[in-house]
């Protein structure tokens, strides 16, 4: 059958399923790859947030970043520290504990940055430079009008 011919309903669904399936992907392989690095997903997740954050942090603004409770934080964090990834220590106004990346968990992010960039560079190999052009500008639509649909008080 002809995309042409196709109803659009049809070309929609086949591309959210395909939208849905890549995410899936990425993130089975990812957790695959960094498996080995010895380190639990949530635990590698807080950490590249923290790195993300590029600055020191505080537990209450990292559960705001990763949409999680301070209870998570705190245990995440806890094994963080005991894994020498992070420091933590009392916050300039004495009340909140501040994060920061270690020396170690700092060589961990930049494992993991080679390893996203790795990632990512084979997903697209065989893949013109111009159709990753269009992609990345339909997929920044397609998000944009996510993000209208969002802010739309219903």
């Avoid at 790859?33 to 997740?45: E, F």
């Avoid at 954050?53 to 301070?70: C, F, N, W, Y």
Wanted: with cysteine.
């Amino acid at each position: 059958m002809e995309a042409e011919s196709t109803p659009r309903g049809e070309r929609i669904r086949a591309a959210t399923d395909s939208m849905v399936r890549i995410m899936r992907g990425h993130h089975r392989v990812i957790e695959k790859r960094i498996d080995g690095m010895g380190i639990h997903h949530s635990q590698h997740r807080m950490l590249m947030r923290l790195s993300c954050m590029g600055r020191t942090a505080s537990q209450k603004d990292i559960a705001e970043a990763l949409d999680v409770s301070p209870a998570c934080v705190a245990r995440t964090l806890k094994s963080l520290s005991g894994a020498g990834l992070i420091e933590r220590h009392e916050g300039a106004d004495g009340r909140c504990r501040e994060v920061d990346i270690s020396p170690d968990g700092q060589r961990l992010v930049d494992a993991s940055v080679q390893l996203f960039e790795g990632i990512s560079s084979e997903m697209f190999d065989g893949i013109p430079d111009a159709d990753i052009e269009k992609l990345t500008q339909t997929l920044r639509r397609v998000q944009d009008n996510l993000n209208a649909m969002e802010s739309r008080k219903e």
